[in-house]
């Protein structure tokens, strides 16, 4: 056990000072081979914590109430003119990029309205992007997501994922592959069973060959509390397709190791020494939300067997991930200039994908202290 604890002190302490050094060089020192069939760059911010209120450095005021959205973006909070005069400078070019793919996406959709009808959008088949109308606003609303995602507040992420989530209603069977983007949004909103049973769904209703993705009638993204405690062996199974959905899963089984590891290491230590109503504040600061709901059934001392199967299941995990793909656990730690590049093309297995999966799901990782570490650490045994 104090082996186990210590693999995860070691990977908080480690990820601390990468992510100081990657936000102070722009970069780690590993660069990113070069490759070819690359596109434009893209912009990528790095995220140590998800902004919950005012979008100012240093200000810790989080009550929505009584703060103001920055009017370019609609995606930044302030609590007064000050701290957004302060924050201008380093948010003023991701607020020009919202600004603008805003603009044309409802340029898209006005035009898509005026040619095909409003109908479209609510009696039309959910297969937009095989209707080649509908292309032009498909690529816009989506372009809308990514600048979004510039912005590494609560407010921007989830106005990022209402965007994807009615694409994917428009197109159940999501030609276009934003599905991949959409678990670790959950996961950086703390919404961990939703990211587990989005990804369930797809590796599993959404594997079946007689599936009928034009009948609206068809549960869609059905799956509710499924057991994230469950062996991992559809995701295993399904790395290679759906390599975004494993990534994701690690991270969930990650945060569920973490946070049982630290809530049994808390009770050991304070349990005879303290009364509940001190020992039990732990649960309020878990990574996963799912350990804060599930409260009553872990509330247990003795949490040896679960942790004993998650540890399990993040190595079964991360060797499907390794498998899968060879350079995505490696880009993971030492992601270079990974997260800005554009793979114009990319098949199952090569760098493309890596950088296409690193890109959706970097954030949520770098925001839960020590998981990269862990993955580090996996790599070094």
Known sequence: MEDILGYIRRAQAEDRASLDELNSNGQRSNQAPNVTQQGPRMAFTISKELVLGCTAPGCSRIMTG???????????????REHQHVDRPAHKSACSKIR????????AERQLRDEEGDAIFTEGPPHFWGIHETRPYMRARFTLVESLLLVNTETAVNAALDHLLAMLQLCRSDNMGVRDV????????????????FC?????????????WGDKTSPYLATKQADVFEDPREFVRNATISLSFAVSVTLVKIRLLMDLLALQRDRQIAAPKLPSEITDQGFVHCTSAIIQRQRQELEREEQTLNITMLRKHVEQLFTAVKESNKHFWPA???????LEARPMMHGFGDIGQMQVVLRANYNAWAETEGAIGVIEELLQS
């Open 100 to 107: 603008k793919a805003n603009v044309a996406y409802q340029e």
């Open 66 to 80: 009584g703060l103001s959205r920055c009017t370019g973006c609609r995606a930044a909070l302030y609590c007064g």
């Open 182 to 197: 959409v678990p670790a949004l959950f996961l950086r909103l703390r919404k961990d069973q939703q990211a587990y049973d």
């Open 200 to 212: 369930k769904w797809w590796v599993t209703t959404g594997q079946e060959g007689d599936y009928d």
């Open 332 to 338: 993971l730690v030492r992601p270079g200039s990974h």
